[in-house]
């Protein structure tokens, strides 16, 4: 490139000589800003430079970060896919740009249990895609003592825009499925049912558990009535 140059100067000064610098500037950099040991900015070494490339070169990503995120900010807009999926699918591994920005996040995702379960709390998304089987193991189960196997409630919340009255969506904002884990087929059925970021499962009691509760209490009334007598 210099001595090109330097001939294009030949007609008007023969001994021009030419002096050339690269200063590194935005249009030729990535940011890489969270969810590995080294953020920070990095040029782009070639047209052909990848996101996991970028995320290799900050340090790979934090250990700490529960199924991790990669979000990619770019002329205003964002794009996002998990780690695991981006490694699955080498498709997505898109080639960035001067001015993009990485982002690797924690998934904030979440569902609750309640009830008869294994435990009762919020509990993060492990991995993209979790059914109401995993999600069961994923809360210890169901209170053997209390629980009714055979109605395990997932109650979920549509945004009203999605609620269609022809039933090609959801016909109500509110909707409760019920699984039932004595049968096969209840089985089959929720470990094919995918829970929703949101949704509360719900493990219901046992009508023995029930009853039993309302025997103590009438027990419970009559001692304190036997104590006012």
Do not use: C
Not at 62 to 91: C, E, F, H, K, M
Not at 190 to 219: K, M, R
């Amino acid at each position: 490139m210099r001595a090109r140059i330097e001939e294009t100067y030949q007609p008007v000064s023969a001994s021009a000589q030419v002096q050339l610098a690269v200063t590194e500037g935005r249009e030729r950099t990535v940011s890489l800003v969270s969810g590995v040991s080294s953020p920070g900015s990095y040029p782009l070494p070639n047209n052909d430079y990848t996101l996991l490339e970028l995320v290799a070169d900050g340090g790979g990503v934090s250990a700490s970060l529960n199924n991790p995120q990669v979000r990619l900010q770019r002329n205003g807009q964002i794009y996002g896919t998990s780690v695991d999926r981006l490694l699955d699918s080498p498709r997505m591994n898109t080639t960035l740009q001067g001015g993009d920005r990485v982002f690797v996040e924690e998934d904030d995702r979440t569902f609750m249990s309640l009830g008869a379960a294994g435990t009762e709390a919020i509990h993060k998304f492990p991995t993209d895609h979790v059914t109401a089987l995993e999600a069961l193991a994923i809360i210890g189960g169901v209170a053997d003592a209390r629980a009714d196997a055979g109605g395990i409630l997932i109650l979920r919340r549509y945004p009203v825009r999605d609620v269609t009255a022809d039933r090609s969506g959801p016909d109500h904002p509110r909707t409760v499925f019920t699984l039932d884990l004595t049968s096969a087929d209840g089985l089959f059925s929720a470990d094919s049912f995918a829970v929703q970021p949101g949704d509360l499962v719900y493990v219901t009691e046992s009508p023995v558990t029930a009853i039993s509760s309302v025997f103590g209490i009438l027990g419970a009334s009559i001692g304190f009535g036997n104590q006012l007598n």
